[in-house]
């Protein structure tokens, strides 16, 4: 089976970019057309993994291939922010994922208790702000799988992520991240000789899983925001007034792309030095596991 295990589609809701919310969306995917474009692509199983949504579920709970999931922004301990895929999960998931996305530890606990199939994405990506030493411990030691490729990454920060989820131990998964059609079901993981959902998952588990397809580019990124910019004009009219100004797309996709590259090359060296052959795990420090979920 192959599954794009990272894509997004209207109910992502409104953009989290600064001085975009109320312009534009994160994506005008409809999750119908997501799921013919999948399908079209030769994906077995289809999910989407909307920010903190599950809204799409109520055009696509009918077709006996698709499963819930969603991309959930989540608090650290360290008071960052990172994004955590969670998948095949009921409604009552959901609500609880929401209900603990704030507090790291307890959502751990949650999706624990409930044996939940669920991912770090885009590990060496700047997206989300801020990282600390700290996150990456608290990733080590209890998420299981690491996104390896992203289909909007930098290939070099899907490389570092492919050499830290091996180091580690990880279960490496892939998807495209498509916020616009162009990239849908590019980037995928497949688990062969499997023919239902939760052989899927139950062989990415085993490690029997494999990521296939593209990396990210400037190019592609810049054409992808001068497309959002487009659904933003054909939806409000009243901001072709703002159309000169598409000019500088490409200056501010290219100050995106320096800073990914700075932040991926700063924790790459970071956690590939020799201090950090073995990353510390959590229940390393005084006092064991039991302090550190207490503290």
């Keep these: ?16 970019t600064p001085g975009l919310k109320h312009i534009s969306l994160e994506s005008y995917n409809e999750p119908s057309e997501v799921y013919d474009r999948l399908k079209k692509l030769g994906m077995s199983a289809v999910t989407i993994t909307d ?8 055009e696509l709970r009918h077709r006996v291939d ?10 650290m301990p360290s008071g960052t922010e990172m994004h955590l895929g969670v998948y095949n999960i009921a409604e009552r998931d959901h609500v609880e994922i929401q209900r603990r996305r704030a507090d790291f530890v307890s959502l751990l606990m949650y999706l624990t ?52 989820s091996e180091r580690l131990g990880k279960i490496a998964i892939a998807g495209s991240d498509a916020h616009t059609m162009a990239g849908v079901g590019r980037t995928y993981t497949e688990v062969r000789g499997t023919s239902t959902v939760d052989e899927f998952f139950a062989g990415l588990r085993a ?11 400037l190019p592609g990124l810049t054409a ?21 100004l598409t000019v500088l797309i490409p200056v501010i996709t290219v100050a995106h792309w320096i800073n990914e590259i700075r932040f991926c090359k700063k924790w790459a060296a970071t956690l590939e030095s020799g201090a950090a052959a073995r990353p510390r795990m959590l229940w390393d420090v005084d006092g064991g596991l039991e302090a550190t979920w207490a503290s």
């Design 66 to 75: 698709f499963f819930v999931s969603e991309e959930a922004t989540v608090t």
């Design 113 to 164: 208790e409930r044996k939940l199939f669920f991912s770090v994405n885009h590990v060496f990506s700047g997206l989300t702000g801020r990282r600390a030493a700290e996150d990456f411990n608290w990733f080590a030691s209890y998420v299981p799988a690491y996104e390896t490729r992203n289909g909007q990454m930098w290939p070099e920060a899907n490389a570092c992520a492919v050499r830290l």
């Design 1 to 16: 089976m192959r599954c794009d295990l990272h894509v997004h589609s209207t109910a992502s809701g409104r953009c989290s």
């Design 207 to 217: 490690g029997r899983g494999s990521v296939h397809g593209r990396h990210g580019s």
């Design 224 to 244: 992808d925001i001068y497309r959002i910019a487009g659904c933003v004009f054909e939806e409000k009219p009243a901001f072709l007034a703002a159309l000169p």
């Design 51 to 58: 920010h903190d949504s599950i809204d799409a579920v109520e």
